[in-house]
């Protein structure tokens, strides 16, 4: 399956990302990594252009929340990503947040997954559930 | 300063900056209180045999936080306050910021990492700096800071840190490398200039670099090389700094060589009368969520940067895994530090002479490599050096980077490197470095050894 | 163990006591499991170079509390669990305990400072020693400890802290001194006898002492020489220690001569058999009020201990200035300790020859004066060396000791002695000990100077 | 002004004793140090025998509690102790406690001033506070 990565934003922590690479390689995924300071458009269209189904966005520095609000907006210019399996995680607020009310916000942005503070192989985990749940 | 004042034009030209009145910054440098200069404070302390500076982290969106921030931290016994400056600002991307600003006054809710200096503008951030009257550090992590350090300078903020490589390596992922050292030179003369007017500005260094694996050496070839280019445009008072590393020994020999080196390359290129001062940084890397945890390895920093001898520690709080601390977190962690740096006594002096020599060639000859680059100038040859790879650093995110270079820990959790890439360490010594791991494992192992080694404190 | 037999019934003839079953106490530890004995976790170390024990303090009236606060150590990861015994049993005053401890069941309120092991008895604290099967620790200050170690063994207890000195000169203020030396000989062996049918009983002297302003000298004598009471009665697993002194060097000098000299004296009464092993103590002087800068005292006492080198750790707590440590926070030390060492790496090796040289020195003439007493015996000796003082307790309550040797701290706050009183030390030792203290105070300041260096981490 | 001065019970910490007697030497009073592990008897035969004013108990391992209760009814078997200042200090609780309720308690006991906690000097203004009051 195709995977479309990347830190979004003006985020520069790369470390998570690396390993996101590495362990999705190692599930199997053919992995489209955009890599750090990767911004909401150019995520769409590497999904566009490579056909992903999954999007996996991490942010870091707590910038998710400014740019998550357009989401929606964004993703609706975009024909035929209804499909797209949409994952975000990392640190999605700035200072301390609850991890449930984040999750909710999130979701309410347009993402099916998401993983607040959550390690990445237990967050890729659960994408694996949600799959085997949606097929 | 009318060398300057073209570019200055420029950069002013801007439609979220202050409008300059020079003349009056200048006015302000000369007359304002000593106690605004770290420099004033190193010198007190090399004087007195004083007690290591204290600096937090923190910045927060709005003014009235940043101000609540510094009243926390003064009844802490706070020695030097922090400006950290939101990650927007970092990128030059001040509408960005501007929105974020705005919505964080509306909305109750930080919606910006930092302080978001240039939106600010001087004339507002003078008023807290002034009020309260001790050296603030400028935290940023720009690559083009040409802009947000005049605005910092007339703001009364004294010391700034960064620099060409340090703030974009691990900061950038296509920041050109080349405008970044132009953009530096300028703050450099900055600084230089503002020093001749009262107590000298301290420029430091960011010796973390991505607090991920970075071998000792090439930590303190990039310190001694953004000393050097600070120096050479006339800056008389330099911190070179570095992160904790994991192992308690190589830390303290770290600190050594660095020492050793600075103050032999700085007269070398006849700048000895420039004071250079040392700089540790708690843990940078991946800390424990555990909150209390987090709170012994922050003690341990402190522990160990006594043991280096350092002449500042900036701080880390409890809430570093978790996001922004809060004000409480960051003024409980001044207090403890300043607690323990009080009961910590009869350090012993520590020495290992066959790493200090290891470590002491490793960098010799990577400057050596450096300095041999046929460019003609140092900043020239320093980025011929980085994008062949004679400085690699793990991890950067910047394209530049060549990333060759592989490290892991040995048994004591020293960093060594079992992959040289293109960085010229000496054969003995990438014998030596190699000898303390075990290299028969198969690839798979050695990445899950370096996924353990970048979460050692978790 | 008919030998003992006859003390044994006039020990037991109390009317607070368990009827013992001693065929049934012989068969319970010859079976009992291995993990119940630290002898046996020791040697694992030692083989496995593994890592620090941990073992923190506690104990509490009630059979329910004390089964509440094992359960919150082991949820912490503890290595040895502790028994402290409340200071009624410690006099042997077993009606106060009784009626404190029935007290402290009705009212839900705690009305003992510890968990009084002779009216609970050995049947019922057996249960919940084995339950856990974790080795435990007795903690008492007990001069005449005959029937509380019979009980303790019979209850599982494997690690006897004390000694007729280290039990006695802090913790009582006119228990006869021979008296103690005679019923220790009991305990030692009780200890030799039951260290035949299983692992090792482990003896622990109590280093710490008055924990005020006690020069490693006086401290590591009595160490040496307690264990050399407890070897030569059969015992063959011992431990020495000391706690925090203030200053990281003399602590690391104190660990590496104690080491050195215990070997030592082992050899030399033809007891090198017997392994000897190393227990450091978090700070166990005045504590700070302030919790969190407790926290951080406790968390640079176990980087002490590490590079001391100990074998193991005894905890305090963040409210060990308040009042008798919640289980909460005696489970919070542990969990942060073992945190801490798990972190901690890369740890130099300090040695201060000169500073070892003196106190090497010191100690062998201390010793020496005390052989050469005419006595028989060597407890004889001893006795007749504490009323002499040629061995000096600062701070002690016990009318025998001299009170004459005045020590003060240095300005890297090291232990100094600045009057000897009668203590042997040698003449080059004590100029040594003077020349880093300010001796040109008037008698005021010096008092100031004491009462200032007590609260040093205050 | 003559001082008996001790810790009560079973208790052995001796420093602050040490110190107490320091102090109160310092500030002019006749002291009559009985020093640890001192029972009620002996001070209150410490009291009458010297014609002490004052007596100045402390406390550090947690023991007054179960001593301070037998205080009313002993002082009661003597005489002309009905102008004897009282004052305890130190640890008067075992455990935690709230310093106002430990106060009120001992105050019950028969305790004229209660320093829970307080440290010698700043408990030695109050007693010269207190005295002066009371002239
Ligand atoms: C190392 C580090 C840096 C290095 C980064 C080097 C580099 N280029 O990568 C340096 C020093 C340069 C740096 C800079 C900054 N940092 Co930083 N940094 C850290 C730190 C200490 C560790 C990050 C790390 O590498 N961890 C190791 C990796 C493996 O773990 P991770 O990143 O946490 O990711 C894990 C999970 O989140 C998860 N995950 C991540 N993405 C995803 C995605 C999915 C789908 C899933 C399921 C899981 C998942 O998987 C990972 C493994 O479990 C963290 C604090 C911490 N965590 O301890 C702060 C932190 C992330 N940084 C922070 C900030 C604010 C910054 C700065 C803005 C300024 C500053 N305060 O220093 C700049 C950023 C500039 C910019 N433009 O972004 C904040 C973010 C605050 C917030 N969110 O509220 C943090 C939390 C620190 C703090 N408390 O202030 N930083
Ligand atoms: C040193 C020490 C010891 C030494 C004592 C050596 C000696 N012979 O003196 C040793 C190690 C032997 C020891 C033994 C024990 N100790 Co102890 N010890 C301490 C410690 C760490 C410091 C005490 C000290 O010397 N402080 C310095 C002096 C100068 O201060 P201070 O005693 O606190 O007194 C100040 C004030 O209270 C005040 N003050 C005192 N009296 C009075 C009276 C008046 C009128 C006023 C106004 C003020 C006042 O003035 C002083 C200066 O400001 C304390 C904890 C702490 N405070 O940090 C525990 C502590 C007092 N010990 C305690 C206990 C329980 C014991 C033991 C029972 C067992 C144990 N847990 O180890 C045994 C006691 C045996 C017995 N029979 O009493 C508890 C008491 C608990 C409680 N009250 O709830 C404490 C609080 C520790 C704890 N948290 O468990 N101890």
Not at chain 1, 24 to 30: D, V
Not at chain 2, 4 to 16: A, P, T
Not at chain 2, 101 to 119: A, F, K, Q
Not at chain 2, 295 to 302: A, G, H, P, V
Request: with cysteine; charged share 25%; aromatic share 8%.
């Amino acid at each position: 399956m195709k995977v479309v990565t990347g830190v979004v934003g003006n985020d520069i922590h790369v470390v998570a990302n690396r390993l996101m690479e590495l362990s999705l390689h190692a599930r199997g995924y053919e992995v489209f990594n955009l890599g750090v300071n990767t911004h909401l458009e150019e995520f769409f269209d590497a999904v566009v252009e490579t056909g992903a189904e999954i999007l996996l966005i991490s942010s870091l520095n707590g910038e998710a929340e400014g740019w998550s609000r357009e989401v929606r907006m964004l993703k609706a210019k975009y024909k035929d990503l209804d499909n797209l399996v949409m994952m975000i995680g990392g640190n999605l607020t700035v200072g301390a947040g609850k991890a449930d009310e984040i999750e909710k916000k999130y979701k309410k942005y347009g993402f099916d997954l998401v993983c607040h503070q959550v390690d990445l192989n237990t967050g890729l985990d659960s994408l694996e559930a949600f799959l085997a749940q949606r097929n | 300063m009318s060398l300057l004042s073209e570019e200055r034009e420029i950069i002013l030209s801007n439609e979220y900056v202050d409008a300059f009145d020079f003349e009056e910054v200048e006015e302000f440098v000369k007359s304002a209180s000593k106690e605004l200069f770290i420099s004033h404070h190193f010198k007190n302390k090399s004087k007195n045999k004083g007690k290591m500076l204290v600096q937090p982290r923190g910045g927060f969106p709005t003014y009235k936080q940043q101000f609540a921030l510094y009243e926390f931290f003064v009844d802490a016994n706070v020695d030097v306050l922090p400006l950290t400056i939101d990650s927007n600002t970092r990128l030059n991307d001040y509408g960005t910021a501007q929105k974020m600003l705005r919505l964080s006054e509306e909305n109750d809710m930080d919606m910006l990492n930092g302080y978001p200096l240039v939106n600010h503008g001087y004339r507002t951030t003078r008023k807290m700096i002034t009020h309260f009257n001790k050296p603030v550090s400028l935290r940023h992590g720009t690559p083009d800071a040409r802009l947000l350090i005049e605005t910092a300078i007339a703001s009364g903020i004294f010391e700034i840190e960064g620099g060409p490589i340090t703030y974009l390596l691990p900061y950038s992922k296509n920041f050109p490398l080349d405008k970044a050292f132009l953009y530096w030179k300028y703050v450099e003369r900055v600084c230089a200039n503002y020093s001749k007017l009262n107590q000298p500005i301290n420029r430091e260094s960011f010796g973390p670099l991505t607090a991920t694996l970075v071998p000792p050496s090439i930590t303190i070839v990039i310190q001694l090389l953004e000393m050097m280019l600070s120096l050479e445009e006339g800056v008389k008072s330099f911190s070179v700094s570095f992160s904790q590393q994991g192992s308690m020994l190589q830390d303290i020999v770290t600190g050594a060589v660095i020492k050793k080196m600075a103050k032999h390359y700085a007269e070398q290129i006849g700048c000895s009368d420039a004071s250079i001062h040392l700089v540790y940084h708690q843990w940078m890397g991946a800390f424990p969520t555990n909150k209390d945890y987090a709170e012994q390895l922050i003690n341990m920093s402190t522990v160990i940067a006594s043991m280096v001898g350092a002449d500042k520690i900036i701080t880390k709080t409890r809430e570093e895994a978790t996001g922004i601390p809060t004000k409480e977190a960051n003024a409980k962690t001044v207090a403890d530090t300043q607690y323990t740096l009080r009961i910590l006594n009869g350090l012993p002096n520590v020495v290992d002479e066959q790493e200090e020599e290891i470590l002491t060639q490793e960098v010799s000859a990577i400057m050596e490599a450096v300095f041999n680059d046929p460019a003609d100038t140092l900043w020239r040859k320093i980025f011929n050096s980085i994008k062949n790879g004679i400085i690699d650093v793990p991890f950067s995110p910047h394209i530049i980077n060549r990333n060759e270079m592989i490290t892991i820990r040995d048994a004591n959790k020293n960093i060594r490197i079992i992959d040289r890439g293109n960085v010229p360490i000496p054969e003995h010594c990438f014998a030596f470095e190699k000898s303390h791991c075990d290299l028969n494992k198969d690839t798979t192992s050695i990445v899950n050894d370096i996924i353990h080694d970048i979460g050692i404190m978790q």
